[in-house]
């Protein structure tokens, strides 16, 4: 008489990592989990990966679906959320 013996769990080790998760490479950034702030918002850092934009011969920031015009308050640089195409 045969009896089946039960599966035996195995792990599977990743470069020292036993769940098997990878993170990922350097310099990816996940998209944000949120939208742009609305007009007229002062933000005192740019989102990640924010980029400089010439719309109508005026720079801008761009970065999370919003432009930004850069002001300095005082000796602080700040940024506010703008509309450059009206």
Do not use: F, R
């Not at 013996?5 to 990743?14: D, E, K, M, R, Y």
């Not at 350097?26 to 990640?48: F, H, K, N």
């Not at 720079?59 to 506010?80: D, E, H, I, P, R």
Request: net charge negative; proline share 16%; glycine share 12%.
């Amino acid at each position: 008489m045969m009896t089946a013996s039960a599966a035996q769990p195995s792990t599977t080790i990743v470069e020292n990592n036993p769940y098997g998760y990878t993170p990922p490479p350097y310099g990816y950034a996940p998209p944000p989990a949120y939208g742009p702030p609305p007009i007229g918002t002062t933000v005192y850092v740019l989102p990640p990966g924010a980029y400089s934009a010439d719309v109508n011969g005026q720079s801008y920031m761009y970065g999370n679906g919003a432009y930004y015009k850069t002001y300095y308050n005082g000796s602080q640089v700040v940024y506010v959320v703008t509309n450059p195409y009206g």
